[in-house]
């Protein structure tokens, strides 16, 4: 019985999320599937870094799973990519040391949200990016993104109906950079709560029209209020980017 570590990318457009769920098209009952029917079905459980919710896309998800098969390793990749649908691809593939746990090694990850600002919204981009019409403020949104940065107790960026007791989590890290019409914003830390990264994203919004000034950032945290911070941004624009094991560096 081997261990294998997987990276996949899928379009979430046609999911409702990753974990399964009764009687909805998931990205874990897919993989599951595809991996059943290549071991002549037998239940198979597939194990990954954390969920996405629907139409949330990833590029680098990480997945574990088991299997007594005899496959070479570089044969599990295109044995998978025969057996899955064509949003969901499978990048890499690689046996790892029995105990690696997906979810519970995990160092750090980064998110990508991705913007479209234009008065009209590109037909080709509309499941991928969120689109803005309005015109932002980069530099105010900048300032507001650096006063997030560090170790701080994110209830105010978290979804109210979330059961996690402990909001502290570290951002490492906040970019934003603009490609002609698309804005991306970049995000890494240690964790991050129930919808944090577009409710984050809603808010440095929110900075950037004029709504709220940026040196309201820490107010917004020590207050621990969901209602303080933005609304939250669209599932669409959100990328589960990579995920950080061994060997990352803050």
Known sequence: ?????????????QFSGYQVQPNKRTVQSDFEHALQKMHKGAQMKIVASGRTDATVHAFGQVVHFDSPLSIPVEGWKKAL????????????????????????????????YRLWISEEPCVFKRQYTYHYPYPLNLDAMKEAAALLVGTHDFTSFCASKTEVQDKVRTIY????????????????????????????VGTLLEVGSGQKEAKMMPSILTGKDRSLAGKT???????LWQVFYEGWQE
């Open 233 to 239: 941004a669209p599932g669409h624009g959100l990328y």
């Open 1 to 13: 019985m081997n261990r294998y570590k997987c990276i996949i990318s899928y379009d979430g457009t």
């Open 81 to 112: 990519n025969s057996m899955l649908p064509d949003d969901i691809r499978v990048r890499s593939v690689e046996i790892v040391e029995p105990d690696f746990h997906a979810r519970f090694d995990v160092k750090a990850k980064e998110y990508r």
């Open 173 to 200: 890290q906040i970019k934003l950079e603009k490609h002609d019409n698309e804005l991306i914003f970049s995000f890494i830390g240690n964790g991050f709560l129930y919808n944090m990264v577009r409710i984050i």
